[in-house]
């Protein structure tokens, strides 16, 4: 379905047609703009709350800077779809996050706009200040360098990290704090009630201005007055909000706050600020879902609700005729309530997606027991190594692809120390719509390189709770599980739960000619292909390793006696994968066999839905029938070859 844009919005296919408008049209472009994004994602679905937010800031931006000369940086990118329908992208913007469309984050191959690629938070800073460092190298003075980063990206130490350097280099870099209180859920933490303290006072915003008015006035007046203004914006600042000299003591010019929904305000604004030099942070205060009540009302649901009817606000359901199964993040959630009601020592942490891995649920129902520690992956895992070192069991839920974040710390913090963390990995696997920043890719290799480390991936609801179940025992150290986002396949899954021997796989069905080894969910579609496959007259063993890290050397002493054509599968990156693992296993032990591995290939996998890129890298239900007939066949031939 294609959506019309307003009037003012058709004439708008690049920031240079942005340009031709006057000042007091800008007003009506942003409802235009909103709306818009309003209508688009309403029907084909995305991120929505953020975007809504930052309207009238991204109208501003391209409105006053010159674009992509000048370089916008968005953080995380949850903001950017006005950006991406004002810079060349408007009439295809209904692919947005569709397989084969574009992304639903900024990237740098889809658009010269699109300064740097990214879907992982508090990047930006770090990224505009290499740019503007690179910039004034080459001599080009005359460059902005805007990085927009939210109040939740800034609590990340990478974020912190690039305010400490950039506060030493006389750079052109301008940071606009987005301060929404949000990020997808309530943001926490010291942090938080600082920026309100700020956005809050009324003696510091009643002189704001005029400090803003001096030193944007400033360079007429002389040289030695810049210096005099300096000391005197300081000086009331000090006075007026004890607090307020956070960001200038890592010598930034901090201006603001402002109201992030005044357009034309911000246009002046930004003209000023464009004409200071040295690394600037204007704070804007803005509302997540800004123009959607209901939206501005509940922000977390609102953050990406799918499609949804725009005028009475019904989020859009696929009704079933029979019960379904649930989602594995909410297995997790409820199990480990279970779980810590028996077991005091249990704690649970996230790094700032308690609703995107329902950990929400033991924050409602034992609030002492669990912790949301912001946007801080390298944070939670070192917190939870200290938890463990005194006696507590903690379940550290991170998705995959942020669990890369936290790599040093799980090795050096963790492993080395031999500790009993349970690191729960959501998102597993290829993840869909977010596309390749947040694929879950590379877990089973990069975490079964590490000493001490267990790793384990469950084939169903039942499976997951008994791994937790199993990695709360005592004396488990490091613990690795992990599962795809989406649905399981029990209906009826909440079973008692009972401990599996680590290192133990399963027999689901024995066969001839053709072993299938599979890990985790995905072992789904290997049961899916065999009733195709048995119809056939193909009867391939089929078995479920559980876990990549220790190996079932049972079950791979039993395969390779009596085998010697093995599939291998696995949604994840074949390199240093399972299937790596079972080759050196068959090195190792002086076996032979043809093994075929099916999973992730060694490219970036861009975004669609999870079965659509199973099909693409080859190894959903259709791919692996393929490959057993093939290997089958080649077997056959090479028989009566012989």
């Not at 947005?96 to 990047?123: C, L, M, Q, W």
């Not at 725009?310 to 909410?330: C, S």
């Not at 048995?534 to 085998?563: T, W």
């Not at 990156?573 to 090195?587: H, K, P, R």
Request: charged fraction near 20%; glycine fraction near 8%.
């Amino acid at each position: 379905m294609k959506v019309t844009a307003g009037p003012l919005l058709q004439k708008i296919n690049y920031p240079s047609d942005l340009k031709q408008l006057k000042e007091g049209d800008l007003k009506q472009l942003s409802q235009e703009l909103r709306q818009y994004i309003i209508d688009v994602v309403s029907v084909n679905g995305g991120h929505f709350a953020s975007s809504l937010g930052v309207v009238e800031l991204t109208v501003a931006l391209h409105y006053v800077l010159n674009t992509p000369y000048d370089q916008l940086v968005w953080d995380v990118g949850h903001q950017a779809y006005g950006h991406k329908i004002l810079t060349g992208r408007r009439d295809v913007f209904d692919t947005n996050r569709v397989h084969g469309g574009i992304s639903g984050f900024p990237k740098r191959a889809e658009s010269e706009y699109d300064t740097f690629g990214v879907g992982h938070s508090s990047t930006s800073i770090s990224a505009a200040l290499g740019m503007a460092v690179a910039s004034h190298y080459k001599g080009e003075t005359d460059r902005q360098h805007v990085a927009v980063i939210g109040d939740g990206s800034m609590t990340a130490g990478l974020a912190f990290e690039a305010l400490n350097h950039a506060g030493i280099e006389n750079s052109n870099l301008l940071v606009i704090l987005n301060d929404n209180c949000m990020s997808i859920d309530p943001n926490v933490g010291a942090l938080k009630e600082y920026l309100t303290d700020l956005s809050t006072s009324k003696h510091y915003n009643r002189f704001r201005d005029e400090i803003a008015n001096i030193l944007t006035k400033i360079s007429s007046i002389g040289p030695d007055a810049f210096k005099i203004a300096k000391k005197i914006e300081k000086s009331i600042k000090g006075t007026l909000l004890k607090k307020s000299n956070f960001f200038e003591a890592l010598q930034f010019r901090y201006f603001g706050p402002i109201d992030g929904h005044d357009v034309e305000h911000l246009v002046k604004i930004l003209k000023d600020l464009r004409d200071i030099p040295g690394p600037k942070l204007l704070h804007c205060v803005t509302v997540k879902g800004k123009g959607y009540a209901l939206a501005e009302k509940d922000q977390t649901k609102w953050h990406s609700p799918g499609l949804f009817d725009k005028i009475t606000g019904e989020i859009k359901k696929t009704v079933y005729e029979k019960p379904q199964p649930p989602k594995y993040q909410d297995v997790f959630g409820h199990t480990i309530i279970e779980l810590a009601e028996e077991n005091p020592k249990i704690l649970g942490i996230t790094p700032a997606m308690p609703s995107g891995c329902s950990l929400t649920l033991m924050m409602k129902a034992m609030p002492k027991r669990a912790f949301d520690v912001g946007i801080a992956e390298q944070h939670a895992v070192t917190f939870s190594a200290g938890l463990a070192t005194q006696g507590m069991i903690p379940f550290c839920n991170i998705y995959s692809s942020f669990m890369q974040r936290a790599y040093d710390q799980v090795i050096h913090d963790v492993a080395i120390q031999n500790l009993n963390v349970v690191f729960c990995l959501d998102r597993a696997g290829l993840a869909g719509a977010d596309g390749a920043t947040h694929h879950g890719a590379y877990d089973l290799a990069y975490m079964r390189s590490i000493p001490n480390m267990t790793v384990a991936s469950p084939m169903n609801e039942e499976e997951l709770r008994n791994l937790m179940f199993t990695a709360q025992q005592d004396n488990m150290g490091p613990f690795v599980i992990r599962y795809p986002r989406g649905n399981g396949v029990m209906v009826d899954w909440k079973r008692p739960m009972k401990a599996i021997s680590v290192g133990k796989g399963r027999k689901i069905c024995d066969g001839e000619d053709v072993a299938i080894l599979s890990i985790g969910h995905i072992g789904n579609e290997v049961v899916k292909a065999f009733s195709e496959l048995n119809a056939d007259g193909y009867h391939p063993a089929h078995y479920d390793m559980r876990f990549v890290k220790p190996l079932d050397a049972i079950i791979l002493h039993e395969v390779f006696s009596k085998f010697n054509k093995i599939i291998t599968v696995e949604d994840g990156c074949l390199q240093g994968g399972m299937g790596s693992a079972i080759i050196e296993f068959m090195s190792d032990n002086g076996y032979h066999a043809q093994v075929v591995r099916l999973g992730i290939p060694d490219k970036i996998v861009e975004h669609g839905e999870q079965p659509e890129l199973w099909a693409e890298c080859g190894y959903d239900a259709a791919a692996i029938i393929n490959q057993v007939k093939n290997i089958t066949v080649n077997r056959t031939t090479n028989t009566m070859a012989s």
